[in-house]
């Protein structure tokens, strides 16, 4: 090991993704306990939803993991989205094999991306890719900002809300094709409805979607 990573170690610890307890070198980045005891959605990895035929999630959204995915997203994490996408891309190979063709995702708004200075599911699309040995393919565009509490509320409030906030910047890659669509969570399923009926209005064959968290039925 050389003395710049031996310095940065120190100076930056590794810590476990989800409850942030400091790892010994070289055990990943979730920690033991964790590793036992985080909430697995286990024998019931999938729900169903408008527009896909299925979601898997390897987790579900509470406790550390819905506190890790927070940090994730608005904390400035990126990093994180290596370790989730090791969970997920683990889920996808059990759950969703031979199922798709090609791996996409739920893009950021352009005001999001310039805030946060990353797209954490692109990030997290990227980690499942490299696992799985996949080119992740850009196919949606996020063309309205939706205001945080314009996501909550009825689901019906929900959908009106969403309803045109995402376009197909990527037409032929779509046509014809099983999509496996990633986001980094799913709770009552709106955001990936929206996209999936966008991808399926430009021919896509069928949509299929992955997310490391899901809520509990
Ligand atoms: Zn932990």
């Given at each position: 090991m050389?003395?710049?990573?031996?310095l940065?170690?120190v100076l930056?610890?590794?810590?476990?993704?989800?409850?942030?307890e400091?790892?010994?070198?070289?055990e990943?980045?979730?920690?033991?306990?964790?590793?036992?005891?985080?909430?697995?959605?286990?024998?019931?990895?999938?729900?169903?939803?408008?527009?896909?035929?299925?979601?898997?999630?390897?987790l579900?959204?509470?406790?550390?993991?819905?506190?890790?995915?927070?940090?994730?997203?608005?904390?400035?994490?990126?990093?994180?989205?290596?370790?989730?996408?090791?969970?997920?891309?683990?889920?996808?190979?059990?759950?969703?094999e031979?199922r798709?063709?090609?791996?996409?995702?739920v893009?950021?708004?352009?005001?999001?991306?310039?805030?946060?200075?990353?797209?954490?599911?692109?990030?997290?699309?990227?980690?499942?890719?490299?696992k799985?040995?996949?080119?992740?393919?850009?196919?949606?565009?996020?063309?309205?900002?939706?205001?945080?509490?314009?996501?909550?509320?009825?689901?019906?409030?929900?959908?009106?809300?969403?309803?045109?906030?995402?376009?197909?910047?990527?037409?032929?890659?779509?046509?014809?094709?099983?999509?496996?669509?990633?986001?980094?969570?799913?709770?009552?399923?709106?955001?990936?409805g929206?996209?999936?009926?966008?991808?399926?209005?430009?021919?896509?064959?069928?949509?299929?979607?992955?997310?490391?968290?899901?809520?509990?039925?």
């Amino acid at each position: 090991m050389g003395l710049i990573s031996l310095l940065l170690d120190v100076l930056f610890p590794p810590k476990c993704v989800f409850c942030g307890e400091i790892l010994p070198r070289k055990e990943g980045r979730i920690c033991e306990k964790c590793k036992s005891e985080l909430p697995y959605t286990g024998s019931h990895p999938s729900q169903k939803g408008d527009f896909f035929s299925v979601c898997v999630a390897p987790l579900y959204y509470e406790d550390e993991v819905r506190e890790s995915l927070i940090r994730y997203k608005f904390g400035g994490a990126p990093g994180y989205g290596a370790v989730y996408g090791a969970l997920l891309a683990e889920c996808i190979s059990g759950e969703l094999e031979g199922r798709w063709d090609i791996l996409t995702w739920v893009p950021l708004s352009a005001k999001r991306y310039k805030e946060r200075g990353y797209d954490q599911a692109k990030l997290l699309t990227d980690a499942v890719g490299a696992k799985l040995g996949v080119k992740p393919i850009s196919t949606l565009r996020k063309v309205k900002h939706i205001p945080k509490q314009a996501t909550m509320g009825s689901p019906e409030k929900r959908r009106a809300n969403i309803s045109g906030a995402y376009i197909v910047s990527n037409r032929e890659a779509v046509e014809g094709k099983r999509i496996l669509l990633i986001d980094d969570i799913i709770t009552s399923g709106s955001t990936l409805g929206e996209c999936a009926r966008m991808l399926r209005q430009s021919g896509a064959a069928e949509v299929v979607c992955a997310a490391v968290a899901r809520s509990r039925d």
